[in-house]
Every structure is written in structure tokens, then in C-alpha cells.
């Protein structure tokens, strides 16, 4: 129940994929210049979207960040970003030399708190920067999030055109979005002149591969492509654009079939678990219906041990773990059989721990887990330097017990989802030691922190 959406199903093998590992030879095409069959692909996946084009990714959905950014912003630029961005925004930021500001994910109060799970982007909150700052050259936003959050993409991209600017989405985690209704509308649908999704998160495809949807005006045409051979290999992988035609065939074809197929496995596995006394669903107004978030917060156990679970004794592995919650990804790809294993297997679990729990304290456990359990919080850093600036200074390894009001010298952020939870240059609060310690003795994959210590930045 993890990446990528072609979940290793025999549908979608390949008999010999070294038949199509070739290269640019006459009628096959380039993708950096593409007017045969690569171009013919494009062109169908544009029309079917209803973009001014749409261009195949081959380095994920960084490239396409990258290129977007590459697009819409001069060396120099003010950028707004929300915060719970992946780290490709802010690498594009560095390489660009641009000063953000920041947008953070509502906080709305209830399970979304409890849990850590980042909210919506507020319309509000961008008008509110927009206001105060006359100069911002873009707006970049993720929806939906790792764990399905979906923002009000439309009201936003309104807010954004009347200033004259680009928005940009990562809506890598909702490829699947176009082809059922059951999921919401598109980014580009809402109005958003930028898209970039990842195909081999929720859709049949090879790992590495998405589409960038543009809709030019705001956007510069040639600005946009010369990112996208900036950033891209300049040997791009013919199996990997194979795969993609592959999945979009699929979706065209059958798939579309088995969109409604998918859609009823995934409702039939939202109301089994409607009987769950420990463990529950996350659910949320504004969540996609793909992701099961599992949180475990009304129980002695934290969303990793779930996982570990899952993994050693019924052999499902789950894509990610975060404090008191953890994630399966679900795709078209997985067959009944697959959410029915995974509902035996959370029903189980669930049995053990309601009977291990007084009833009357679900809901209010006040375990020693909970009280210590790592979660995800929208700490707002003190700035200190840019992360352009952080990255010329000397470094030096302390232990993270001592770097609070450091700048921090390099990013740090639990992977996945990588989202930083301090950006270099940013400084270091007492608050953020105490919670990365906490990741520390989960034993959360921590990038940035090894060890007990973290880099801090010398400032003579």
C-alpha cells in the first residue's frame, strides 16, 4: 500500500523493457525538441486536460518545481510559498537567489491539530501577504498534501490573477484527480496556470515519470521550456516515456472502467472501518477520498509501530508513519483483494487494542506515548539569513541539545514527506530542539539531524 501506483501489478508488465531503452535516432523523437511521436503524445494529453500544453516529466516532479520556478521568477524575485512545501521549492529558491515569504497551513482546530496533519492554504492568508507586499512574483502552493488535504485552489488562483502573477501547484500526490468525479477537480481545472503531478504516485506508471501542465499568458512559453531541458536529463529515458504513454493508454482505455471499480473499493473500505473502536480513519471536509490515514492517537501505540506491524506479521507495507498517524497509498492498480487484506489486517489490530484500553478513555488517552509522540508541528522559525546566503557561510557540528538560537546550517526535515521543518539560516527555538529530539528518539528519518547533532552556521 506505498508508491509507485502500478503497485507491481502482472497488468501492467513489460515483456522485455530493454526494447525500449533507446535513444534519440531518426523517428523516435526528442523530448527536448519534440515533433514526432513524443510531440503526438504531448498533444493528446494536452487536449485531454484542456491545457496550452502539457510536457512529460522523466526527473519526477522536482524537475517540473524547478522549471516552474525557473519560469516565473527573476534571480532576485520575492516568492510566496506555503510552507509545507516539498524541499524542491526551496531548493529552487536557493538556486534563484529568491526571498520568500511565507504562508503556513491553517490551523483548524480538532483531529487535524491533534495529529499534525497540515490544513488547507487560506485565501485569506495569501490575500493578507499579497497586500503587504507589492512585489511578489509568484505564488506557489501543494495540494493535495501527503495526507490528501486539498486547498481552495480556485479561490486562490482568482486572488492571485487579480495581481497580475502566476500560480503554481504541486499536485503531485493528485494525478488521479481527472479520471473519476469522484475525486475533486484539478488544479488546472480551478484555474491554477502551472501544474505538476506525479504519475507514479497514484497513478500505473514508472517511478520518476509526471506531467507538467501549463496554461500560458501569465507564464512565458519559452521560459517554461528552457527550464524543463534545464533541469531534465538530456538523455531522457524512452522506457520511462513509454511507461507513460502506457498509463495514459490505460486510462483512456480501460482504466476508465476501472476508475469506478477503484472508487467503490475505496467507499466499501472507508465504511469497514467505520467499526473501529481504537484505532479510526482521519477524515476531514477537505480531504481526497485515495489516502487512508490511519491515526492511532486514541491508543498506547504511535503510527510507526502500526507500520512495523503491518509490515512483520501481515506483510503490508505502508507508505509513510508520522507521529500518531500513518499513510497506505491506494491507486487504481490495487484490486479488492488488496484493501480487503489491509481492512482484515486493521480490523485485527483493532480488536487487540480495544481490548487492552477502558472504553471510556477513547478518545481522551493520556498515555506516556501520546504525551511523547513527535507531530508535525507549524513551528514559525525566526528568519535569520536566506538559504542562498546560509549556504556561503562556514559550518560547524553541534549537539542538538545546544543549538537553540543557532541559524541553522542546512535543511532539516523528516523524510517523507520532506517538507523542511527548518530551512538554513533559519533559527534554531528551544521549542524545535525539544521536537527533533523527539523525532530523534522515534527514530524518525531526520535529514540534517545525525546522530544527536546538527549543523549550525559560524557568524563572525
Excluded at 529515458?237 to 482505455?253: D, H, I, N, Q, V
Amino acid at each position: 500500500m506505498h508508491m509507485p501506483g502500478h503497485k507491481r501489478n502482472h497488468k501492467f508488465l513489460m515483456e522485455n523493457p530493454y526494447e525500449l531503452d533507446v535513444t534519440e535516432v531518426p523517428g523516435l523523437d526528442n523530448l527536448h525538441q519534440p515533433e514526432g511521436v513524443i510531440r503526438e503524445l504531448m498533444d493528446h494529453i494536452s487536449e485531454e486536460y484542456q491545457s496550452d500544453a502539457s510536457f512529460l516529466l522523466v526527473n519526477g516532479s522536482t524537475c517540473g518545481l524547478l522549471a516552474a520556478i525557473t519560469a516565473c521568477c527573476r534571480r532576485g524575485d520575492r516568492i510566496l510559498v506555503a510552507r509545507n512545501c516539498h524541499k524542491a521549492v526551496y531548493n529552487a529558491i536557493r538556486l534563484l537567489e529568491l526571498r520568500p515569504v511565507y504562508v503556513y497551513p491553517s490551523a483548524k482546530g480538532g483531529e487535524m491539530d491533534t495529529l499534525g496533519i497540515a490544513g488547507i492554504i487560506s485565501p485569506q492568508d495569501v490575500k493578507n501577504v499579497l497586500v503587504e507586499y507589492a512585489d511578489i512574483s509568484c505564488v506557489v502552493i501543494t495540494s493535495p498534501t501527503y495526507e490528501g488535504i486539498v486547498s481552495p485552489v480556485a479561490v486562490i488562483a482568482d486572488m492571485v490573477h487579480k495581481r497580475k502573477i502566476p500560480l503554481i501547484v504541486d499536485e503531485a500526490h493528485g494525478a488521479h484527480f481527472h479520471w473519476h468525479e469522484a475525486f475533486p477537480d484539478t488544479a488546472l481545472t480551478e484555474g491554477a496556470d502551472i501544474v505538476i503531478e506525479s504519475l507514479h504516485k497514484t497513478l500505473p506508471a514508472f517511478t520518476q515519470t509526471g506531467v507538467l501542465h501549463a496554461r500560458y499568458g501569465l507564464v512565458k512559453e519559452e521560459l517554461l521550456t528552457w527550464g524543463l531541458q534545464t533541469y531534465q536529463s538530456s538523455s531522457p529515458s524512452y522506457l520511462l516515456m513509454a511507461g507513460a504513454e502506457r498509463c495514459f493508454s490505460y486510462l483512456l482505455g480501460e482504466g476508465r472502467t476501472e476508475m469506478q471499480r477503484y472508487v467503490s473499493d475505496l467507499e466499501w473500505f472507508q465504511q469497514e472501518m467505520k467499526g473501529l473502536k481504537a484505532l479510526r480513519l482521519f477524515e476531514s471536509p477537505w480531504k481526497e477520498l485515495s489516502k487512508a490515514v490511519i491515526a492511532t492517537d486514541r491508543t498506547p501505540i504511535r503510527g510507526r509501530d502500526l507500520a512495523d506491524r503491518l509490515r512483520e506479521v501481515y506483510r503490508i507495507e505502508i507508505e509513510m508513519s508520522c507521529g500518531d498517524y500513518a499513510i497506505a497509498m491506494t491507486s487504481v492498480a490495487d484490486e479488492r483483494k488488496s484493501f480487503e487484506r489491509l481492512a482484515a489486517a486493521l480490523r485485527e489490530i483493532d480488536r487487540e487494542l480495544a481490548e487492552k484500553l477502558d472504553r471510556q478513555s477513547f478518545g481522551n488517552v493520556e498515555s506516556t506515548a501520546r504525551k511523547n509522540s513527535f507531530c508535525y508541528d507549524w513551528h514559525r522559525p525566526e528568519p535569520g539569513l536566506y538559504n542562498f546566503e546560509a549556504a556561503y557561510y562556514p559550518k560547524r557540528r553541534v549537539p542538538l541539545a545546544e543549538a537553540a538560537e543557532e541559524l541553522a546550517g542546512e535543511p532539516v526535515y523528516p523524510y517523507p514527506p520532506g517538507i523542511p521543518l527548518l530551512v538554513e539560516g533559519e533559527r534554531i527555538s528551544q521549542e524545535m530542539v525539544e521536537l527533533l529530539e523527539r523525532a530523534a528518539r522515534q527514530q524518525m528519518p531526520v535529514h540534517g539531524v545525525k546522530d544527536g547533532f546538527i549543523n549550525i552556521l559560524i557568524i563572525e
